[in-house]
């Protein structure tokens, strides 16, 4: 999910002031819409409400959260609707109940920052995630709803995270994080009574922290020790921070909340350092093994042995944790090492390239459908796409005991991203290449002398002839096997084609070929496939919506017409139930079709004249024309009112063009962002075109905005087209001489491709930008190349040109915000900016 929210930052063109009010205020930032050079005191009062005259150069303050609109408000309130869990035996299911928005206080707890991992040193939890604060339990009887029963036994103010079902199905064991440690919790689904297992402080650092045993009999748990020792809250330090560098190439991504001393290792050891207990449902435990930085513990089908991840000193001060070095051990299940698996360095030279992987033994598992073997993958290529070489990457496998040697299963040409496994004589191995978009599907027969077959290759790219993945179901154990009829398996896939998705359920012979379509969803109604709950009698669980009607799941018999509902959630921001969507398509000038999804206010009318609109879009790079222009989502789909998506803007009489293509195209050996900046205004223009073609919009009226890649795509287009009225940018990156090893999905860095980052960096094309732009960033942006800097340098830059910008920074949100005050002053912020320069405009 997302978090947002404001902090204490520092403006890079005027003196920071120190907030004199509550951690209820937003730092905000204006410079003069006239550009007239003016010089004012920082601590001038500001009075002016936006659009009530002319704002003064430089003027810099504090203001309180301001209150959303009408009828925004009421969202910030609304209900997400639940989840759901579906026991393995499907004999029951639970809904939980996602948390409101959280407020600032939650987002202002105690937050420590190291090796990419932003955890509350409190109760060793991560500290910006979603929790459930209900559970009810339902029974799952085909042809009748249950109205099921709400979970006794929770704590007082449940903060709820990892729920999973026991092997058998009896037991949900979830964690609950109380103010000074993250409990242990299991729910008897027969009783429906929740209860604690007292003296269990589980970690939650790093991974997850607890697993089932196979028998359903027990867990294992990762709890805390808090034996190495902390460093001094404060302390003058006893030398400089030193790194070298040894002629070797060590390119980086940029990465945020790096270590940064001595004291940070420190901190990171102590919170991660764990030690694994063998945890019985009565609650006794036995400890298993040394204690260490532990990061994922996995029992072997057989619960025999313990599959054990932990992370081995020296740490990087340039990468995250997941790039630290690595020791990969089989345990018994008493906690005796029996096997060292892998001793994998730092992965600091892994090339800057979407293709490149880490070197050595990389996706070390258990295979599913055996009691006790392992598998990965080995790079042949040293994990490096630049070297010419016909095969890429290998499977592996190992069986217990552990003391022969590994044996190779496939060698393939690109690199092995996911491997289901069946049976003796079906196993499914899925390889993509990304410099060419192309994915393969392979068959395998594990256990016997049979060689493996192409079953199919296709574009990564092209939605319309996607197959689909194939379906899994849960073991006696707890793993997940590839769920098949015979010889047949079953694909489920999202149906994109010219007239939107429609999900399908398809029964396919991997052996002979033979494709038989089950189900497809059907008009006026989007349905998506949840579980095959029985292959024989056809029995399916959906979920299904519409326009009107929220996401409800339903039983399907396959062959009956109607499904029987199970759910019946209600309409959650039932002011918009009467807006109108359409899904319109156009083309290019260069001849690139796309399309987009128009939504117009409630009460709308055709032939009611144009309106203001709001063009909120995110690029995306493509190999192939022709897949750049599919038809993305579906016309039935039900209109999901957030805080965080565009359709805000329909509460105040916008018009909203909600991802309209903005495909970036390099087919052959052309890079896509070669004509980055060419094919951005040209999609905008023919997006322009078609509303206005349309008689919706008055194209000196629509605004262009975006988030994260999107707000560059604001400021760029901006910068490089006469299109829009206003524009706003969050969270963006606007200096790609700040993210020199590649963004996004571009592959090369700043020395290979100079031109190509200067050319697509906003900032140096500031001068060009007259129209006014509204600046929203998190102050605690923890996404990789967004640091909040980006937006202060940026509205320095137009500040000091004289051009109309605000920038809005809210303390405590980092990439995605969160707190009702933030989101409440973001939805202030955005609409008081769009009345001010749309609706105040006449032709």
């Known amino acids: 999910m997302l978090s947002y929210q404001p902090t204490h930052t520092q403006s890079l063109l005027a003196r920071s002031l120190s907030r004199t009010g509550t951690a209820s205020s937003v730092r905000i930032f204006c410079a003069a819409l006239l550009g007239l050079g003016l010089s004012l005191p920082l601590n001038m009062p500001f009075n002016l409400p936006l659009g009530a005259g002319p704002v003064r150069a430089s003027e810099t303050q504090d203001i309180t959260y301001q209150a959303a609109p009408a009828p925004l408000d009421q969202l910030l309130d609304a209900p997400f609707l639940p989840g759901i869990s579906l026991s393995p035996d499907q004999m029951r299911y639970v809904l939980a109940q996602q948390q409101t928005l959280p407020d600032l206080a939650e987002?202002?707890?105690?937050?420590?920052r190291?090796?990419?991992?932003?955890?509350?040193?409190?109760?060793?939890?991560?500290?910006?995630?979603?929790?459930?604060v209900s559970l009810s339990l339902h029974q799952l009887r085909p042809g009748q709803a249950d109205t099921g029963q709400t979970v006794a036994g929770l704590p007082a103010k449940p903060r709820l995270a990892n729920l999973q079902w026991s092997p058998d199905g009896r037991w949900l064991a979830f964690s609950h994080s109380a103010a000074r440690s993250v409990e242990l919790w299991l729910l008897d689904s027969l009783s429906g009574v929740a209860r604690q297992l007292?003296?269990?402080?589980?970690?939650?650092?790093?991974?997850?922290?607890?697993?089932?045993?196979?028998?359903?009999?027990?867990?294992?748990?990762?709890?805390?020790?808090?034996?190495?020792?902390?460093?001094?809250?404060?302390?003058?330090?006893?030398?400089p921070v030193v790194t070298e560098s040894q002629s070797q190439a060590s390119p980086g991504r940029t990465y945020q909340d790096l270590l940064r001393n001595v004291d940070d290792v420190a901190r990171f050891k102590h919170y991660v350092h764990s030690q694994l207990f063998r945890v019985g449902l009565d609650g006794q435990s036995s400890k298993m093994g040394s204690p260490g930085l532990i990061i994922s513990f996995d029992p072997s089908p057989n619960g025999d042995y313990l599959l054990v991840r932990q992370l081995l000193e020296p740490f990087s001060y340039a990468f995250p944790a997941s790039r630290f070095p690595q020791r990969v051990e089989v345990w018994t299940s008493k906690g005796l090492m029996v096997k060292n698996v892998a001793e994998l360095p730092l992965a600091d030279k892994i090339p800057i390239h979407f293709d490149a992987v880490r070197q050595g033994r990389r996706g070390i598992d258990w295979?599913?459908?055996?009691?006790?073997?392992?598998?990965?993958?080995?790079?042949?290529?040293?994990?490096?796409?630049?070297?010419?070489?016909?095969?890429?990457?290998r499977l592996m496998l190992w069986q217990a005991p552990f003391n022969g040697s590994p044996r190779t299963l496939l060698d393939v040409s690109q690199r092995i991203e996911e491997v289901v496994w069946g049976r003796a004589d079906l196993a499914l191995?899925?390889?993509?290449?990304?410099?060419?978009?192309?994915?393969?599907?392979?068959?395998?027969?594990?256990?016997?002398?049979?060689?493996?077959?192409?079953?199919?290759?296709?574009?990564?790219?092209?939605?319309?002839?996607?197959?689909?993945?194939?379906?899994?179901?849960?073991?006696?154990?707890?793993?997940?096997?590839?769920?098949?009829?015979?010889?047949?398996?079953?694909?489920a896939g999202d149906g994109a084609g010219p007239d939107g998705e429609r999900p399908f359920l398809d029964r396919w012979n991997p052996f002979t070929g033979v494709k038989q379509r089950l189900w497809q969803s059907q008009a006026p109604y989007y349905e998506r496939l949840v579980q095959l709950l029985d292959p024989n009698s056809g029995l399916l669980l959906t979920r299904r919506e519409s326009v009107e009607a929220p996401p409800n799941y339903m039983l399907r018999q396959l062959g009956q017409e109607q499904p029987t509902p199970l759910t019946n959630f209600p309409h959650p921001t039932p002011f918009l139930a009467s807006l109108r969507k359409q899904i319109i398509e156009y083309t290019r000038?260069?001849?690139?079709?796309?399309?987009?999804?128009?939504?117009?206010?409630?009460?709308?009318?055709?032939?009611?004249?144009?309106?203001?609109?709001?063009?909120w879009a995110y690029p995306r790079e493509f190999k192939n024309s022709n897949a750049a222009g599919q038809v993305k989502g579906s016309p039935y789909s039900f209109v999901r009112m957030s805080p965080w998506t565009p359709l805000v803007f329909l509460t105040q009489g916008y018009a909203v063009l909600d991802d309209p293509a903005m495909p970036i195209v390099g087919e052959g050996l052309t890079e896509p962002n070669d004509s980055y900046l060419k094919q951005l205004v040209a999609s905008a223009e023919a997006a322009v075109d078609k509303v206005v073609e349309m008689g919706v919009a008055d194209r000196k009226r629509i605004a262009i905005g975006g988030h994260s890649y999107g707000a560059f795509m604001t400021v760029n287009l901006l910068a490089h087209s006469d299109l829009f009225a206003a524009g706003i940018a969050r969270s963006g990156a606007y200096n790609r001489t700040l993210t020199p090893f590649g963004f996004q999905s571009e592959q090369r860095t700043l020395w290979q491709a100079p031109e190509v980052y200067l050319q697509m960096s906003p900032l140096l094309h500031a001068e060009k930008i007259k129209e006014p732009l509204l600046l929203i960033h998190g102050e605690a942006d923890d996404n990789s190349?967004?640091?909040?800097?980006?937006?202060?340098?940026?509205?320095?830059?137009?500040?000091?040109?004289?051009?109309?910008?605000?920038?809005?920074?809210?303390?405590?949100?980092?990439?995605s915000y969160r707190s009702r005050e933030s989101l409440g002053h973001m939805f202030w912020e955005m609409t008081q900016w769009l009345n001010q320069h749309l609706k105040q405009t006449q032709d």
Do not use: C
């Not at 190291?114 to 459930?132: I, K, Q």
């Not at 689909?468 to 015979?486: F, N, Y």
């Not at 937006?791 to 051009?803: C, D, E, R, W």
């Open 114 to 132: 190291l090796a990419g991992l932003r955890l509350n040193p409190d109760n060793t939890a991560p500290s910006r995630t979603w929790n459930y």
């Open 785 to 815: 190349g967004t640091y909040p800097m980006q937006s202060q340098n940026l509205f320095a830059a137009l500040k000091g040109l004289g051009a109309p910008v605000r920038l809005v920074m809210l303390p405590y949100e980092s990439h």
């Open 589 to 615: 000038a260069d001849g690139v079709k796309l399309n987009g999804t128009l939504y117009l206010p409630p009460g709308y009318q055709p032939g009611s004249g144009p309106l203001p609109l709001v063009m």
């Open 429 to 491: 191995v899925y390889t993509g290449w990304y410099q060419s978009r192309q994915r393969e599907l392979w068959h395998l027969q594990p256990d016997t002398n049979q060689p493996a077959r192409k079953l199919l290759s296709f574009s990564s790219e092209d939605r319309y002839q996607h197959p689909g993945l194939a379906l899994t179901m849960r073991t006696p154990q707890g793993s997940s096997v590839l769920q098949t009829q015979g010889q047949d398996l079953f694909l």
């Open 198 to 239: 007292p003296g269990i402080s589980l970690n939650r650092a790093y991974g997850s922290p607890f697993s089932w045993l196979p028998d359903s009999q027990g867990l294992i748990v990762k709890q805390v020790t808090r034996t190495l020792p902390l460093p001094p809250a404060q302390r003058l330090p006893s030398g």
């Open 367 to 393: 295979r599913a459908d055996a009691p006790a073997t392992l598998y990965w993958r080995e790079a042949l290529d040293g994990g490096d796409p630049g070297r010419k070489q016909a095969l890429r990457d």
């Open 107 to 112: 987002l202002a707890e105690p937050e420590l």
